[in-house]
């Protein structure tokens, strides 16, 4: 029996500050509960984050998607290409909206989409790219920026991994036409539920969000829009405020547990994931190895107590809800590759250096 506590991959319980605790009061004490002035004063501030006008909050990342691309007028007969490589809920966003998703392949190093094989994917339906910044990786803005223009396609962002990440002063969402956000507990913003956002510059793509995020209302009972219920609630607003200010310090934090595994880890059966091109490019929502022994070195872990996840294990098109998905005519290799090779390290703010240490330990005394 092993003495020492495991390392989580996660720890959900709130902070000791109890700002999030009076936040939660407070709206208690309102008796207003949902889309209110706590959901106001996230959205001011989230925009602001952003370095955007607007900010409409909606119930989770998967919804913000589906409205973005909605109030961006697309839908029905369009395709959207996007990676394989990613939560289903990007493509699941895209299917809602009433468009096609089409799948390119990712290039090996940092896993996020090959500019080539979405090349192969354009053809005269294609509307948008759904650009998803995978684990934190915000990079090469100017060749997604360029691409888009070549093929006179819409760029959006999935920037439900990619909170405070920036590229060349640019946030996550600013770029495109629109970015989605989610504020699911285990993003680097987190609430204590479900909640998402979508933000952009453009004061029609919001006024339409925040219709379709509520039954499509313009006045009171009055439904010019066919939407849907994905209304952010006071208290998660509340929270997520009370949280905001925190989330500079814990990019911090995970940029320091990333170098720490950068530095050390020396294992020859474990490669390291592509470098950033800049520090802020990269905000560490997962740290993700590959191996060619995955599932030993996972085990391998947990046998030292280590818990590990894997992002992904079943790429998008393998899925079997969405068997038939259209994809680069040369396939998706790179994707299916890295779903059997892909490690996720524990890397968050409440990991201590004792523990990193402890991982960095197990990883280089691991023998397949
Ligand atoms: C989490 C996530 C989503 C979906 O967000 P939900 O709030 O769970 O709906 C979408 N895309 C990516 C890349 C995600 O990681």
Not at 151 to 180: I, K, N, P, W, Y
Not at 347 to 362: F, G, M, Q
């Amino acid at each position: 029996m092993s003495a020492k506590p495991g390392v989580a991959f996660h720890d959900f319980r709130i902070s000791s500050s109890r700002d999030e605790l009076s936040a939660v009061e407070r709206v208690l004490n309102s008796g207003w509960l949902i889309l209110g002035e706590e959901v106001r004063l996230f959205e001011e501030a989230w925009a602001a984050m952003c370095g955007l006008e607007y900010a409409v909050g909606v119930g989770n990342g998967l919804d913000a998607i589906e409205i973005g691309l909605r109030a961006a007028g697309i839908g029905p007969g369009d395709e959207v290409i996007t990676t394989p490589m990613t939560a289903v809920a990007t493509v699941l966003g895209i299917l809602r909206a009433g468009a096609t998703p089409v799948l390119a392949d990712v290039d090996p190093e940092h896993a996020l989409l090959d500019p080539a094989s979405v090349d192969r994917c354009v053809n005269r339906a294609t509307r948008a790219v759904l650009l998803v910044h995978l684990y934190g990786q915000m990079r090469d803005m100017a060749v997604w920026t360029d691409l888009c223009d070549r093929h006179r396609l819409t760029l959006v962002e999935d920037c439900a991994q990619a909170h405070d990440a920036s590229c060349q002063g640019r946030m996550a969402g600013s770029v495109g036409q629109f970015g989605a956000y989610s504020f699911y507990p285990t993003k680097n913003l987190g609430a204590v539920g479900d909640a998402g956002a979508l933000v952009t510059s453009d004061p029609e793509l919001a006024q339409t969000a925040l219709k379709l995020r509520n039954y499509g209302q313009s006045n009171r009972y009055e439904h010019p829009l066919r939407g849907l219920n994905s209304r952010l609630d006071e208290i998660q607003a509340a929270v997520l405020r009370a949280r905001l200010p925190g989330l500079r310090d814990s990019t911090s934090r995970r940029r320091q547990i990333a170098r720490a595994y950068e530095e050390n880890v020396s294992s020859p059966w474990v490669q390291l994931p592509g470098l950033p091109q800049h520090s802020e490019n990269h905000v560490y929502h997962l740290f993700v190895v590959r191996s060619p022994h995955r599932d030993a070195l996972q085990a391998h872990l947990a046998a030292s107590g280590i818990q590990s996840l894997i992002h992904y294990p079943i790429p998008v098109h393998q899925q079997r809800s969405l068997a038939g998905i259209r994809m680069d005519p040369q396939g998706l290799p790179i994707a299916e590759r890295h779903a059997r090779e892909c490690l996720s390290l524990p890397c968050a703010p409440h990991l201590n250096d004792v523990e990193v240490s402890r991982v960095i330990d197990a990883i280089n005394a691991f023998r397949p």
